[in-house]
Every structure is written in C-alpha cells, then in structure tokens.
C-alpha cells in the first residue's frame, strides 16, 4: 500500500509498504479515506522527538471497515468509523475510567498509545491506503447515514475536536464563565468551538496571526493580538482587571515570540496572570520530559521556569495532558450530525496522500492559509 | 489587652495593646482562649515576608464571643467559636462558592483575608486576649457542648485540620486510593489524618525527622525518610513502580535540603515522579510570588525550575493554594465531636501568651519534640 | 403603597398598604420597577395552598435599591437589582453550600423562605411599590449598566431562568446529550433555552398548547405535540428506542390530560418511559406534601403512584426541588448582557401593577398567548 | 459439572449440567472456589421473578482461571479472579463510561447482563464447579497473592461490598456527613462499612432482627431497632430533629411489617422522613417493574405510592439501580489486601456445594444467624 514515511528531520515521501492487516482477533482492518497532518506530527517532521525513520506517519484517521478479526463483536465490514489517536485496550486500571490517553496495556512501561507517534507504541500511522486498529470494538466511533458526506468533519473526532475540548474540559468550564485561549492553530480553535458549545460568556482567544484571528472571530471569539506582546493587559481591560475565569493552552513547548525564539514558558507564564485568582487552566499543548534541541539549558531537560508562586498565591488549578478521545467523541459525533457543530470549517486543504510531503512543507512554514490539512489516501 | 506584636525579623514580645472592639455591626467580638503558631507564622518570623512591624500575630483562633454588633443574627454571647483564619465576607462572587480563601470584599485590590498576616489586610491577628472577627454570623463555627474540654482538637479548625485535609481535596483522593504527602509537619500529618479518615489505601509521607515520622506512624501511614534523597524510589517501590495516585505538598518554598539549603524546586519535582499518570497532586505549602531573600536568581522572582514536561507528559493536574476552611470545618467539627478524629494528638506544647516568644524561638528552630504550640491567652 | 393583595381563591386586587422600609440593619430597600406573575402564584391564586389573605404576592422581582441599612456594605443606593425568588442568609449550613433554596435562618422550622408565598416566611411580595429584602448585601444581585433597557431579560433572573436552569442542573445535562422536557410553560421553555445554551443535541419539549410549543421551536427545540398521548412514543422514535439522555419536569402537581382532569403522576410516569437506562431527572415543577383538594385519595396526601419499579430498573437517578438561584444567576445575568441569552423573548404581556387582577385571570385561564406577564408598578 | 439448578419456587437442587466451556474467542473459564448466595437470589427461589426452570443460580463468584479464549490479553490461566455480578462488554455507549450494570452488549433488548439471573441474559450462574465468563479480559478482576486464604473477603467485591458502597455513592456521602441505612442485611451491613471506610459522622442502620444489630454495632454502626415502628423518630432524635444528611435502601420491595405483611413503599417514605432537606437517598434494595405475586393493585405492577410532594418539597435527590461493581471493585480489594477492609466479618456459614439446596431454605427463611452463606465448590 502507499503511505507516507518519516525519513528524518524535514523529509517525509510517500512509499509502498507492505499493507496493513489483521494481526490479532480483536482487530480491525480501516481503508482511510481521510487522514489529517496535525500539529504535532510536525515536532516529529522537525526532528524534535526520537521518532524512528521508516515509520508511517497519520493519528487522525477516518475510513471504512474492510475486514474485522474473529473476536471482534460491534463493528461490521462496511462501517465507516472514526479511530481515535489513542491506541488503548479498554480494560487495564486507566482506561476503565476513561483514562485512554494513558492505557496501561498497549504501550508496555508507558502510559498511553497512539497511530504513528513518537515514543507511543509500535502502531503505524494512517497516512497511509490501510490501517490495523486494535481492539477494534472499543477504539471504533461509528459513523451515522451522512458519514461519507460530512467525512472533514468527522475526521475532526479522531484528536484535535475531542483534544479542543478536552482543553475546557480540563479547565471545568461552565456555561456563563468567560475563558482565554492560547493559540489560535486548528486546536485553539477547536477549543474555542468547544467553549461557544459550553455557553461560555468571553471566548478571548490569543495569537499573532492575522488569518487565525479572522477565524476565530467568525466562531464567535473575541480575538486578541499578541504582535505588541499585550495579551494578558487586553484580558484584563475586558474582564475589568479580574482575570477570565479559565485559561487553555493549545500551543506547547515550541512557543515563540515575534522573532522566532522559542520561549517555553511563555503561554503558562501569560495563563497564569490572564486567568483569575482561583481560575483554571487546561494545558492540551504538547511539552516534553526532554528536548534536547530546547532553546536553553533548562528547556533541553524539559523543565520550564514557572511563574509558581504567584500560580500558588492566586489558587489556581491546572490540568493537563493528552485528551481521552473516547470521552468526548461520541457527544461530539452527535453534534456534527445534527448540524450544530461545524469542525471543518477550519478546513484549509483537502489533498491526496501523494502531497502530502508538500503539504508538510507548507503547514511547517505556518504558510498563510494553511490551517489545517486533510489528506485523501483513496482519492 | 496583652499580645504578641511582630517587631522585625525574629523579634517577637508581648505587649499591651489597644483592646480589640466591635467596629461595624456585623462584627463579633471574641475573648480567646486557644491559640496556635503555624509554620506559616515561621514565614513572617523569619523576615521573609513585607509583615509590618507593630502588627499582632495569629492566625489560628478559638475562645468565647463576648459580644456582638446589632446585626449579628446567629451567633450569640458566650457561644465557644472556633474562628477559620481566612477572613471572608460570605456575599462576593468567590465567597458564594465557598471559596473564602479568595474573598474579594475584605482585602481590596487582592483576593482572600486573614488574621495577623502579611499581605492580607488590616485584621489584628488572635495570639492575644481579645479578638475582633468580622461577618461574624459568616465567619464563626460554634462548638459543641465539650468546646472547652476539646478545645486543643477544636483549635485545629481553624487552618491546619482543613487546610491538610484540603490538601486531599485539591488531588481529589477516594476511598482506597494510595496517596504521598511530602513534609509530615504539622499540615503534613493533618492530611495523613484526612487521608485515612477518607480510606484511602496506603498513606506514605515523607520527611526526614525521624520524631514526625514516628507520630505519622502513630497515625497508620507509612514513614519515608529521606535522609537519603530517595524518597521517590521508596514510593515507586511501594507502588510497583506506577507511583502513588495522588500527592499533597505541605512543605512550599523553603523547602531545604540536608545541609539546610533551600530548592523550592524540590518537593514538587518529586512529587511529579513519585505520582503516577493522570495523577493528582494538592499543594497546600505555601509558595510566594516574590521572595527577596530567596536561594538564587529564579527563586526571587517566585519562579520554580519545574519538571513541566514530565508533568504534562503522564497528564497529570495540580490544585493549590490556600484552604477554604468554611469547606470543611463543620464536618470535621462533627468528627472530632464523635470522637472520630483527635487532631490534638500532634500537640506538643500547652503554653500561657507570656511564653509565645520563646516559642517562637524553638519552633523556628525545628527543635525536636516542639510540633505544635497551643498558646492560652487567658491562662 | 400600592400592592397586589390576596383575598382568598380566585380574588386578588392593588391595594394601598404600609410602605415596605428598613427593619433590620442588613436590609435594602428596592422600588419595584419589573415583577412578574409566576406559574407557581397560580397554585395560591386557585386555592390550593393555605395562603393567608391579606398579603402582598411576587417573588419575581426587579428594581432599583432607594435605601440601605446600615451594615450593608457591597450594595449601593442607585444600584439596579434582581432580587432571587429565595430568601436566604447567607451563613447557615445551606447557605454556605450554596443551597440557599433550603436556608434554615428566614423561616424557622422549615428550610427556605420566600417572598409573597404560601408556607415559606413572612416576607412581602414584590408585586408592588417597594419591597424590602432581607440580608441584602447577600440577596442582591447587581445589574450592569444596560440593567433598564433590558430589565425584561434581567427580571427572569429572580426566577424562571434560573429555574429552567435548575431543572438542566438537576439533570446533569452535558454537551451532545438529548433531552426531554415535560411542560412548555415560561419554565420549560427557560429549561429549553439552558439546554441550549449548555451544547445539547436533541433538545425535545413535551406539551399540548400550539402557541407554546411554536415558541419553543423559535428556541430551536424539537416540539412534541401530547394531544394525542403518545409523546412518549414519539421521543423514543426520536432516540432510536433508547429514550432521552435527561429529562426535565417543568409541569408539577396540577398536571392534566386534554380533559382538564388532574393526574399528579402523569408526567413523572412519562420521563421514567421517556428517558434511557442509567438516565436523570430533573424535577422543578411543585409538587406538594399536602393537596387537600387534590383528585384522589393518593394526592390529597402528597402521595403519587410512581413506577420505582421501572424507574430503580432502569437504574435512573431524580433530582428534585425549588432552584438555588444564587448558583445560577451571576453566569445567566453575564450571558443576557453579552446578547448570549435573551430569555424576554417568552414575555407577551407588560402591564401596569393595576391591571395585575385582569392578568392574573387570563394567566389562570391559560387564555391563549398568555405566556408570561410582567408587571410594571412603577409606571 | 455440579450445579445447583433452579427447578421452581423453593426447590433447587445440586445436579450434573454439562461443563461450561470457552465459547468465544474473548471468554475465559473459571474454576469456582468460593459463590456467595445472595439476597436476590431468593427473589428467584420465592418464584418473584420469570427465572427459567433448569438454569444454574449463583452471581457471586470467585475462582482461579484454568483456560482462556485466544483474544485474551491480560488474564493469566492460573490467575485467581474475582467476577462481577455484571456481565459486561466494556466498548458499549454504558460501558465506555463504567456504567456497567447497564452493558447494552451482553442482554439485547434490555440493559445489563447477569449470571444466573432472572431478565439478565442467558448466562450461567456460578454456584457450580465451572463457570464461563464472557469478556474475561474486562471482567476478571484479578487478585493478589492473598488470594486464597482471603477469599472470604474477596468474594464479598463480586457484588455486596461493592452494592453497599454503591448505595454510599448513589448518596454522594462525604466525610464527615451522618447516614442512615434501612436493612442491616449483607448489602446494609456492607453499606455501613462503607460508610465507615469513607468518613460518615454517624452511622445509623435500622432493622428488626437482633443478630443483625448486634453486627452492625459491632462495625460502629449505631443500632436502631424498628420493631415499634419508630426509627424515623429515633434518627430525628439523633439529629437534632433535622435529618441524617443523607440515606441508603438496602431493602427492597419485599419490605414488611413485623408481622411479614409487605409494604414496597414503607422503606422509601421512612427514608424522605428520616433525611434532612437537600438530602440525597441511595436506592440499591430491589425494586420490580412488575411483582404478579405483589401484595395490592400498585405493587403488582411495579407502582409504588410514594410521598413525592415531601420528597420534592424537602429538595432531595434520589440515585437508584444495580452497582457498576467495576467502579470501585480495584480499590475496595486494595483496602482488603492491606487489611483496612473485612468485609467477611458478616459471613455465617460456609458450605460445600451439596449442602446449597438446605442453605437457601435457611436464608430464605431469615433463620438466626444465618446471614451470609458462602460455597465452596471445589471442597
């Protein structure tokens, strides 16, 4: 099958390898028709994990079913299904609660798979015609009649809809409560749909980015510019000096200033002075135990310097990590069917898998207008 | 009246003072019979804080109502009220909530009040006769009928039996959870008592004074020296290597090392290694947003070298600050009455006021045996 | 002053009677600008409760504070307020709770009080010139600068949309999930509109009156028409046989079928049907202890013929009661002046006080477009 | 394999049935060492229920594991296993979320599956050498190296232990918080442990029988006899007329007088009596859709009459249902491995497998001391 391979820091191409199959009775066999790049598979495209050349890339996957192993019960051959990033078991100590993001059973001495991902398991990606999904019945989300038709937005369900709001989520967001967004990349923005779906009152949302800016506001946020490095002063004058209630971070460790410099604990530092005393705040954005290629000494060993005291002093709450897809993906699902949210509208490109090098090319370079990218491996 | 007057670093006496009197009608006026000093006391004692000279101190308060403003309603004279030290209004948008830690009435400008604290308000602090309590109907807990008899365990209403046991409510432990506390002082060992009056499994604190580890055993949890610097491998060893499902800090910013040198740093990047993913770790130990006198460059600005990478790499979630002590006095009260809960086991030192500064003294100093002074005031 | 007085069944008038004033030192002093007549001031208008005649109903109230006592410190005269339907202190052990709904301090022997209604104080309604509010500082919510233009959004806050929240609360209505609501009254339709504001999918509203069930539509809700009893049927067609996710009751004792005949079990019967397994209610009609002029034997004593055992099959959960108004009105009053909620839209009569009779017999009379009236008694 | 079968109402015998065996490729078999009867299983031996004629009782079981399905990752042949009562799939719309008691995989048509039970799918029950269990990866909770000589302990978590706790959870009691519990049965007993293990103030438990008080002081429960039909007034009286804070229902509908005449409704009214406004009730007793052999025209079909308008008034909550036991079996078994838990304090009687058809005739004749049976297949 065709697929598209990480050959190293910024060289990825699409290859044949051998296909995808069944390889234990509870899997199940995904011809994807739609396949995202996400943020971060550009960490691995810059080189900034240790991920493995010759692997596939791909963790936001949606398809059909075409073939399903003997032990598998719920999904049929034709379904059309949505996979989330997470590989997980759905019966070790973390994922009977939920906890799939951190499954004990599918990445031994870990916690937590995913599909193509640096340091999460042997699982190939899918960027790619086919793809082994295990234990198949509980990572399976079922797709309803319009599965085909509305697949961009489905698509949406496999990580960054479900990671947006698992971003509020982690900040408890309640209806009537304003909130600060960091970020205004496809995540951000997913964030921001996700608190406009919470009744949130003050959707604020942080960038430097004209055209991200320009979406969010279409979804209803309120868009702050950061160019002037003035953000936490334009929450503060529009929450009459209190702070918002909630903060989430959605940009992670490769945040930087105007001129490019890396400056890890900037968002967090900004988080903790924009958001209220006893506020909280949901950090979806990727960081790392270690980055040795981190801008400074700290950084390399994934360590950031913290504003803590005045965090501590304010009371505030933070909550972190990757999302549980399965928590939020079937309430999600129900939204898109019914028309009431609207995920691919953050859409920028729909492409075939054979450009997809060009196209991580293009979305590593924050090139305008290339917000998010949907690859088509059956196209 | 007689009180104990801060003058300056490590200089503490007892002074008569203009009595304390009814100022607004809501206030209460209470003649005080218990009162502690807290390791948070130790903080302004030891000249790292803006305390100003002059003031009195005294946060942890207990005694008799003497007389009340024209619009108390509930709280009558000679009502036994044990008084939580944060001061709160009971009507601002945090006060509603519970959170009175972050009253936004009574210290404007700042969230949260308190008797005889730097930074948090004007309010005269209870190491003294008489004691001003404002909101009084808001503000005392009465006491049962063996208030004077039980006086040492009621006493610990006032900060450090809610403040441990918020320490178990920030990393929201359930029954049969296994749980770390670092630092078994005073805080430290009234979140051990929470954590087995809320089941939990195995209860593992950490300290190196081998007289607080023996009363933590006492109280069924199991002792972790860390003499050795290797508290955490003890914990993962005891947790086949997952670490414990939830952590407390009660140790915060002076955190010290052997030799006496202090790494604010410490407690909280242990305690990311000795929780499991998706753990939760409760921060009660004071840490501040700037401290002058602090270890080195970062420390003075309050800024923490934090492992945020690992943090955010097993998903886990911190709560801090200061405890609502509203939250949970009443429940606790009604433990101690039962006999459920003896908090007055940590009590080492009955003393009349005239003694206070040479208490000070020998707490300040770690000298063993001194964990817990009860100053009489009226003795 | 004028007031809208209760003489007995059916018979109310504006009469001249003593001003409202200042009677205790925590009390304000509102002239009354909007108060509406509520569903429930039907159960009293009709007979069926013990309420004394003589005295002033409305616990819907909105106006400006034209004096303070004098240990009210937050608020100011000038400010425009909407006083919550609950009488509350603010200081008892279900006040601190935020349970303000069951306050044990206004009307001793019970838990919670009232203003204008039968069994819960003695406190005057707002259905006049003046009113006097109790713990002021506590019961007052403050109103932004747009607080006169939009007083017909506002006013729904000391009631009905807190209410229809409530039943939503009660619920634990989450992003995504169905709901069904019995009773498209003003608060069903609040329940209607929580519902959407929290992200919900199938948002469906059980009732029999046209003119209702096209407003609730307008809100975005699926509307079932009961005339033919079958609603039931109809939600779970609606829900691929599983039934609702939620359910709300917003009808209360006096249900009825097509006939006018009353059946107290009527719709409570209908949820345990309607809504799936594992599903929750939320119940903020009034049902009654007693009902001596209840249709049968059951009723007159509170009693109801209730499916446990299909409701404890299916493993469901009822939250029931009068809404804690406080925990929900600061966050609806926020999302009305953000333009995010305009529950005014229901309003379909605004009258002077004089012509409250009139109203009160047409509303009674469900006559048709009655849906909700506001009285102006400062006009 | 020996069995013990159902014939009909009061006949069970011990039979030869054909082994059980792996039928799936995600099953695993167990050889039962120990199976509880069960309260509920006399509801089958009383002919209260459809149960089929042939069918092997026995929902409480433990054993060690001595084959398993070839799409079994995680169970070990030679493990020793605890099962829960439900049989459960674990990847459906309930079981996602831990809602096992309501899997929509295992009982097509209805929601949750059982073994040996009445309506809960075809499956067998374990009171027999051999038992087949489905799903064994998600079922099977495994235990530690204890096993053996705990087991008494250990089976109690199949279903009682973690049933009694669940009526706690269904309560949402907290520490600190007085409970009162009607039936000091297995189920109450182990609700009042439960409630002991998480903190409750008082902990009040009502029955008739002698034996069963006398145990449940023995586990600091305090005994209120309601032979005189008074235990409301009793817990008023122990409350200071208020009402505990909360309740659980550990009886069910065959709930009678002292004179064994039934009443379904008598434990539920008690209970709105007996817990204080905002009181939350925890209903795990019994209660049917339909009792043919019901004691009046209401009970035959399920309906019970039930002091609503009292219940509504005073604001409470009710949760009701089967127990997820996957959601708290892992941690109640921790606290029995290190000994904070014994839930086999309550077992009378232990008995090989011939003797079952005597013990049911003595359970289910409430005979002195016979109050938990445990068998020992394997003896």
Redesign the interface.
């Known amino acids: 099958m065709k697929a598209l391979v990480y050959n190293g820091p910024h060289d990825v191409s699409v290859k044949t390898v051998p296909d995808a199959k069944i390889e234990?009775?509870?899997d199940v066999l995904v011809r994807i028709t739609s396949t995202n790049i996400c943020g971060s598979d550009l960490h691995m495209y810059d080189g900034r994990t240790d991920m493995e050349s010759g692997r596939v890339l791909g963790h936001e996957n949606l398809g059909t079913v075409i073939e399903i192993?003997?032990?598998v019960?719920?999904v049929k051959v034709g379904d059309w299904v949505c996979l989330p990033f997470n590989v997980s078991?759905?019966?070790?100590?973390?994922c009977?609660?939920?906890?799939t993001?951190?499954c004990l059973?599918v990445n031994p001495g870990t916690?937590?798979g995913a599909y193509g991902y640096a340091g999460m398991g042997p699982y190939s990606g899918g960027q790619a015609e086919l793809l082994r999904v295990p234990y198949g019945?509980?990572n399976c989300l079922r797709l309803p009649s319009d599965a085909e038709e509305k697949q961009n937005d489905y698509v949406m369900l496999s990580d960054i809809f479900p990671t947006g709001y698992h971003a509020t989520e982690?900040a408890q967001l309640?209806?009537?409560?304003?909130v600060v967004i960091y970020g205004a990349g496809p995540v951000g923005l997913m964030a921001a749909m996700?608190a406009s779906?919470?009744?949130a009152?003050?959707i604020m949302i942080v960038d430097r980015l004209a055209d991200r800016l320009a979406l969010a506001e279409k979804m209803g946020a309120i868009a702050i510019d950061d160019s002037d490095g003035n953000a936490v002063e334009q929450v503060l004058e529009l929450t009459k000096g209190e702070g918002a209630d909630k903060g989430c971070e959605c940009v992670g460790?490769q945040a930087h200033d105007p001129s490019g410099e890396e400056h890890?604990?900037m968002t967090?530092n900004d988080l903790v002075r924009a958001v209220?005393?006893?506020g909280i705040l949901g950090?979806v954005g990727?960081?790392?135990?270690?980055?040795p290629k981190g801008p400074d000494k700290?950084s390399k060993?994934?360590?950031?310097?913290?504003?803590?005291?005045?965090?501590?002093?304010?009371?505030?709450?933070?909550?972190?990590?990757?999302a549980n897809v399965?928590l939020?993906n079937?309430?999600?699902r129900?939204?898109i069917h019914?028309g009431?949210a609207k995920p691919s509208i953050i859409v920028s490109h729909e492409l075939p898998l054979a450009k997809a090098p060009a196209a991580y090319k293009h979305f590593d370079a924050r090139d305008k207008g290339w917000t998010k990218i949907v690859l088509k491996p059956a196209a």
């Not at 078991?89 to 973390?94: P, Q, T, V, Y």
């Not at 309640?174 to 304003?178: A, D, N, R, T, W």
């Open positions: 234990r009775p509870t192993g003997n032990a019960d719920r078991c759905g019966f070790c100590k973390n009977e609660r939920g906890l993001s951190a059973t916690a937590g019945d509980f982690l309640k209806p009537g409560e304003s996700s779906l919470k009744g009152s003050k460790y890890p604990n967090m209220r005393p006893t950090v990727v960081f790392v135990p270690e980055d700290l060993k994934g360590v950031m310097a913290f504003d803590f005291g005045l965090f501590w002093n304010k009371g505030q709450t933070i909550g972190s990590g990757q399965k939020y079937r309430h999600l129900d939204l019914l009431k």
